[in-house]
């Protein structure tokens, strides 16, 4: 009987975890660059009442006896699919079709301390250097900052990722050419806030290039990339954590229902 209150606590405990990744899922439904977040369970350890046994000339074999003893969270993962691209028609909000990352850092950290994210809202700051919401360069090839002269006349990002401007006198320049990160395992990543990701051990080292090379995707220029939160998969898997957590809890009403019962056999 005690085996059962615990395992319906186990349960309850998963099921509480699921619904935490949905909400966290649901509510960056339009978060720019945002990855989803998918919870997977396993069993605990069973315990053995009977082992195995194989078969005799004269008997067949029996199969162990193994009580379970509650389920435990096995990964929480990040889903690394693309989201649907959305036109902005600026040129400094860029989308990566494929699966390279944007690295941002510092000025002074510009091969130490990189940041990676597919959040595309890029901006000119008042030295016409590309910077993203935080204050964060834009890393071109060469591990250089972007910049673009704010007397230019106007400006262009390719789907190889070269910037070029149009100068004052009228002439078309080429600043440089942003540059992609990609992962072997980029569900390794780990999520840092503010669509971040760091590289970690699981992730492995990046392989950097610039776009259209090395399986590291193409750049789109005015479009940003949506979250790849699904609602109605979000609202479906609230249903199925809801009643999961609900048939938990029922479990330990149950228990506790019969050692009353067992607790009143004496009068």
Same mark, same amino acid.
């Given at each position: 009987?005690?085996?059962?209150?615990?395992?319906g606590?186990s349960?309850?405990? #998963?099921?509480?975890?699921?619904?935490d990744?949905?909400?966290?899922?649901?509510?960056?439904?339009?978060?720019?660059g945002?990855k989803?977040g998918r919870?997977?369970?396993?069993?605990l350890?069973?315990q053995?009442?009977?082992? *195995?046994?194989? *078969?005799?000339?004269?008997?067949?074999?029996?199969n162990?006896?193994q009580v379970? =003893?509650g389920s435990q969270?096995?990964?929480?993962?990040?889903?690394?699919?693309?989201?649907?691209?959305?036109?902005?028609g600026n040129?400094?909000?860029?989308?990566i079709?494929?699966?390279?990352f944007?690295q941002?850092a510092?000025?002074?950290?510009?091969?130490t301390?990189?940041?990676?994210?597919?959040?595309?809202?890029?901006?000119?700051?008042?030295?016409?250097? =590309?910077? #993203?919401?935080?204050?964060?360069?834009?890393?071109?090839?060469g591990?250089?900052?972007?910049?673009?002269?704010?007397?230019?006349?106007?400006m262009?990002?390719?789907?190889?990722?070269?910037?070029?401007?149009?100068?004052?006198?009228g002439v078309l320049?080429?600043?440089?050419?942003?540059e992609l990160?990609k992962?072997?395992?980029s569900?390794?990543?780990?999520?840092s806030?503010?669509?971040?990701?760091?590289?970690s051990?699981?992730?492995g080292?990046?392989?950097?290039? *610039?776009?259209?090379?090395?399986g590291?995707?193409?750049i789109?220029?005015g479009? =940003?990339?949506?979250?790849n939160v699904d609602?109605?998969?979000?609202?479906?898997d609230?249903?199925v954590?809801?009643?999961?957590?609900?048939a938990?809890?029922r479990?330990?009403?149950?228990s506790?229902s019969?050692?009353?019962?067992l607790i009143n056999?004496?009068?």
């Amino acid at each position: 009987m005690i085996r059962s209150l615990y395992s319906g606590i186990s349960g309850m405990k #998963n099921f509480q975890t699921k619904l935490d990744v949905i909400g966290n899922n649901i509510s960056n439904v339009n978060t720019y660059g945002f990855k989803k977040g998918r919870t997977i369970f396993k069993d605990l350890i069973s315990q053995t009442t009977s082992g *195995a046994s194989g *078969a005799t000339g004269t008997r067949g074999g029996v199969n162990a006896k193994q009580v379970g =003893l509650g389920s435990q969270l096995a990964s929480i993962d990040t889903i690394q699919t693309g989201g649907s691209l959305q036109s902005t028609g600026n040129t400094l909000d860029l989308a990566i079709s494929g699966d390279g990352f944007f690295q941002v850092a510092d000025s002074d950290k510009l091969t130490t301390d990189i940041s990676y994210t597919r959040a595309g809202n890029f901006y000119m700051d008042s030295n016409g250097d =590309l910077v #993203n919401g935080d204050g964060k360069y834009l890393i071109g090839v060469g591990s250089l900052i972007l910049n673009i002269p704010t007397d230019a006349q106007s400006m262009s990002i390719g789907q190889d990722g070269t910037v070029t401007y149009v100068d004052v006198d009228g002439v078309l320049q080429t600043e440089g050419q942003i540059e992609l990160a990609k992962f072997p395992n980029s569900g390794g990543l780990t999520k840092s806030g503010s669509n971040y990701f760091i590289e970690s051990p699981a992730s492995g080292e990046p392989v950097i290039g *610039a776009p259209l090379t090395s399986g590291l995707g193409t750049i789109n220029s005015g479009f =940003l990339e949506m979250s790849n939160v699904d609602l109605s998969e979000e609202f479906t898997d609230m249903i199925v954590a809801q009643r999961g957590f609900q048939a938990n809890t029922r479990i330990i009403t149950t228990s506790d229902s019969i050692l009353e019962e067992l607790i009143n056999l004496k009068r």
